[in-house]
């Protein structure tokens, strides 16, 4: 155990709909990343935040959001979700320093129909 | 931005034997390179990582090297074993850029009995 947490495991939705999906870091760990991890496009980063200010952004689609809330959890936001849409979405957290680990969540499978 | 690039993308191996991976990286700023082991349907967990300025790395059976000059880092497991089993995945990331993970696209590693 990570000590990271995500909801839902599994998320099964339809084209078009919109889903949330909310991760817990590690206590005292500010920075959240998220990644997509598809069957053909290996674990792409998508955003990065730390105590609540987004940090880094990686080719995420407009059509997704995040935020950071002020006791640290983030939520993934993904709307006008597409087939393609479909993956395993990793929450990861670290400390600040230049050289931590990075500690991934279980993920949440999203199924797209 | 960064660019990872990962071989061979499947290996197999006869237990006992040795298995090598083979990462690439396009940032010279890169500093961080972490390796990470991913069972199937399971998060990504750290085996072993390097920082920029030391050359190479173990912990047990697994080492890790790294050649700065040619941006190039291996990971190497020695006395294979059938819970090896696994993808593997190499990344890189630096400070200036959120700490966020650039991924290779990953080794399936199979170890025969």
């Known amino acids: 155990d990570s000590g990271v947490t995500q909801t839902p495991k599994h998320l099964i939705t339809a084209t078009g709909q919109r889903v949330t999906l909310r991760c817990s870091p590690r206590?005292?760990?500010?920075?959240v990343y998220w990644y997509q991890q598809s069957l053909d496009q290996g674990l792409q980063f998508l955003i990065q935040y730390y105590n609540g200010e987004e940090r880094a952004k990686g080719n995420i689609l407009e059509r997704f959001s995040a935020q950071q809330f002020p006791d640290l959890h983030s939520e993934l936001n993904l709307s006008s979700l597409e087939l393609g849409d479909s993956a395993l979405y990793f929450c990861?957290?670290?400390?600040?320093?230049?050289?931590?680990?990075?500690?991934f969540g279980p993920g949440t499978r999203l199924t797209v129909l | 931005g960064e660019n990872v690039e990962q071989h061979p993308s499947t290996l197999s191996v006869q237990e006992g034997d040795s298995a090598v991976i083979k990462c690439t990286y396009s940032?010279?700023?890169?500093?961080?390179f972490p390796w990470y082991k991913q069972e199937l349907g399971k998060r990504p967990q750290l085996i072993i990582d390097i920082r920029s300025n030391v050359g190479e790395k173990k912990d047990q059976r697994i080492a890790v090297t790294l050649n700065k000059t040619a941006k190039h880092f291996s990971l190497h497991i020695t006395e294979t074993q059938p819970e090896d089993s696994a993808v593997y995945f190499c990344a890189a990331s630096k400070q200036a850029a959120g700490n966020k993970l650039t991924f290779g696209g990953g080794t399936r590693v199979l170890v025969k009995p």
């Open positions: 206590s005292g760990d500010l920075s």
């Open positions: 940032d010279s700023a890169s500093n961080y």
């Open positions: 990861a957290s670290s400390g600040s320093g230049p050289y931590n680990e990075q500690f």
